[in-house]
């Protein structure tokens, strides 16, 4: 149980075009995602909470505009990228959280998506 | 906030051999401590997990204990495979700041066949 699907898992685009990313729980509800960046050879970097039926919240030097976050559904949540360059490369990852679990609800993660920027 | 440390960074040893990953943590009103598995080019599998009112916890081959008092806790990987080579990250949840989750910054295991 617990499966989170994200797609795409590997993107290449030419720079300035805008890129959609989804975050799927299959198997549990989730009012709450996140949008994780990853660096090579570093650790998950919280970019936003994305919560179902408002707007999301960005960490401090995310830009909003630039990444646009919508949470529609319980199970699912999109990040797009507008207006892509190379320094947006990267890997983006998702996360949800399972409503079922209690006070404190374990976070479990999509497989990443691959942007790579041209 | 919450300011979680990990070390090693990177770690390597035989296989068969025992594994010890520890992290510390600032906020002694953290609660959730959650251990991730991540292969390369894909996303952190959760792999064990121990909340505050337990000492230790244990599945199969892995183990994790936890110390209030002195705000640490440890990953333990006994037997080790070639196939538990990837990058571990632990965590440090509370419920007090909205249940964000605090990574630490990785430890590379490394088990040499």
């Known amino acids: 149980g617990a499966v989170v699907s994200q797609h795409p898992s590997w993107v290449i685009c030419k720079s300035g075009t805008s890129v959609k990313i989804e975050c799927r729980s299959l198997?549990?509800?989730?009012?709450?995602m996140f949008w994780y960046r990853q660096f090579p050879k570093q650790s998950l970097m919280l970019m936003a909470t994305?919560?179902?039926?408002?707007?999301?919240?960005?960490e401090q030097g995310v830009e909003k505009d630039k990444f646009l976050i919508n949470h529609a559904s319980l199970t699912l949540s999109t990040l797009t990228v507008t207006s892509a360059h190379p320094e947006d490369s990267s890997f983006y990852i998702c996360s949800a959280r399972d409503l079922g679990q209690g006070l404190v609800m374990p976070q479990h993660f999509g497989d990443g998506t691959r942007l790579s920027i041209l | 906030g919450e300011n979680v440390e990990q070390h090693p960074s990177t770690l390597s040893v035989q296989e068969g051999d025992s594994a010890v990953i520890k992290c510390t943590y600032s906020d002694s009103a953290s609660n959730y401590f959650p251990w991730y598995k991540q292969e390369l080019g894909k996303g952190p599998q959760l792999i064990i997990d121990i909340r505050s009112n337990v000492g230790e916890k244990k599945d199969q081959r892995i183990a994790v204990t936890l110390n209030k008092t002195a705000k640490h806790f440890s990953l333990h990987i006994t037997e080790t495979q070639p196939e538990d080579s990837a990058v571990y990250f632990c965590?440090?949840?509370?419920?007090?700041?909205?249940?964000?989750?605090?990574f630490g910054t990785g430890t590379s295991l490394t088990v040499i066949p």
């Open positions: 198997d549990f509800q989730a009012t709450t």
């Open positions: 994305s919560n179902e039926g408002s707007k999301a919240t960005y």
């Open positions: 965590a440090a949840v509370g419920y007090n700041t909205g249940n964000q989750f605090y």
